[in-house]
């Protein structure tokens, strides 16, 4: 069976730091990675996705995700944190082996930047 | 390119009543997927149709049921609502199969469902 977990409910960080929304993962075969974000009163939207390839994954507004196969982990990050960012992220998981399984979504990470 | 549309916003009923969810998903998308979100749980797979077929179904009640049409808008229909059935609603449409080769799913903006 395929799982994700968002180890943190909240993370705080203030404007211009740099931001980490973490993501570990548990799969059978090969992951597919995905982060999605929520802004209140909205449905998710895509950010980035990781299939194969580099390790590092560049998205949408500036974020951009490391794959560590070792570590099973698929951070989210972003070198200057806007207050627009604040949001909600999640992070997917399809386990390449699966066929058309759906997405496992984690239960998201509420990402607040302070000005 | 309009995005996915999901009808109603909102929504309150009672306990004991039925309520149908609907959503037009993106023009050739042929896949919707639905998705129960709540603050405790996250995001819950419910279940995804393909060409009018329900492909695979989330582990929830009987009381949970859909659909999707030739168009491939789809219906979700939620009978004999009990208080925890209060969450939004979240419609996903793609191209492929639940997303599966690209993992780009679409959302809609949701239904969120009161049940008092």
């Known amino acids: 069976a395929q799982s994700v977990a968002q180890p943190e409910d909240q993370v705080n960080v203030a404007e211009g730091n740099p931001l980490t929304v973490k993501c570990t993962y548990s799969?059978?075969?090969?992951?597919?990675l995905f982060w999605y974000v929520q802004y209140p009163n909205r449905g998710l939207q895509f950010l980035l996705k990781?299939?194969?390839?580099?390790?590092l994954v560049k998205g949408s507004y500036g974020f951009e995700a490391e794959f560590n196969k070792s570590q099973t982990s698929f951070h989210l990050k972003k070198p200057s944190a806007l207050v627009s960012d604040s949001a909600l992220y999640f992070c997917?998981?399809?386990?390449?082996?699966?066929?058309?399984?759906?997405?496992?979504f984690g239960k998201g990470t509420r990402l607040s930047v302070i000005a | 390119k309009a995005g996915v549309t999901q009808t109603p916003r909102y929504l309150i009923k009672t306990r004991g009543q039925q309520v149908t969810l609907s959503c037009s998903p993106i023009?050739?998308?042929?896949?919707v997927s639905w998705y129960q979100q709540t603050p405790g749980q996250g995001l819950q797979f419910l279940f995804e149709?393909?060409?009018?077929?329900?492909?695979n179904k989330g582990n929830f009640p009987g009381r949970f049921s859909g659909r999707q049409f030739s168009n491939s808008r789809s219906e979700m229909n939620v009978s004999t609502l009990e208080l925890g059935d209060s969450a939004l609603y979240l419609c996903?449409?793609?191209?492929?199969?639940?997303?599966?080769?690209?993992?780009?799913?679409?959302f809609g903006e949701g239904s969120r469902l009161t049940v008092l």
């Open positions: 996903a449409s793609s191209l492929d199969r639940g997303g599966s080769t690209t993992g780009e799913l679409f």
């Open positions: 799969v059978s075969g090969n992951p597919y």
């Open positions: 990781y299939i194969t390839g580099d390790n």
């Open positions: 997917a998981v399809r386990d390449e082996d699966s066929g058309n399984t759906p997405l496992v």
């Open positions: 023009s050739g998308h042929r896949s």
């Open positions: 149709y393909f060409s009018e077929t329900q492909r």
